[in-house]
């Protein structure tokens, strides 16, 4: 089993950043896949960002490369999403999700996700 908290989101201007951080409680986290997924108000929730357990594979949507990071600490069982350039169209809650086998793009394919936390930009 593994709980995942979400912290780090908030209000900012166009062009600022936020540093979303994501723990996990779990003995396990280091085997587990991490993704960050977001979901603005009646839209489908839709992958960001992702990294293997080693954080030798990573993955990005096409919307926020170059402008976001996602990163791990194993040792600390918390994984991070750097937001750089953040737009309007950003603003969304961002929820991290953990899976065993992997990383992908379907939401439906995580074991475990967070309540999540807003992120909300002005123009």
């Known amino acids: 089993q593994v709980q995942l908290v979400e912290s780090g989101g908030g209000l900012v201007q166009a062009g600022g950043s936020l540093r979303l951080s994501c723990a996990a409680s779990?003995?396990?986290?280091?085997?587990?896949?991490m993704g960050w997924f977001r979901q603005a108000p009646g839209k489908e929730r839709e992958f960001v960002a992702g990294?293997?357990?080693?954080?030798?594979?990573?993955y990005y949507a096409d919307s926020v490369k170059g402008r976001f990071t996602i990163s791990r600490d194993n040792a600390k069982n918390t994984v991070y999403l750097q937001m750089n350039s953040l737009k309007p169209e950003d603003t969304a809650v961002y929820h991290c999700?953990?899976?065993?086998?992997?990383?992908?793009?379907?939401?439906?394919?995580?074991?475990?996700w967070g309540q999540g936390t807003q992120v909300t930009v002005s123009s």
């Open positions: 779990g003995r396990t986290f280091s085997r587990y896949g």
């Open positions: 999700a953990a899976r065993r086998n992997g990383v992908v793009v379907t939401p439906g394919a995580y074991d475990y």
């Open positions: 990294i293997s357990w080693s954080g030798g594979n990573i």
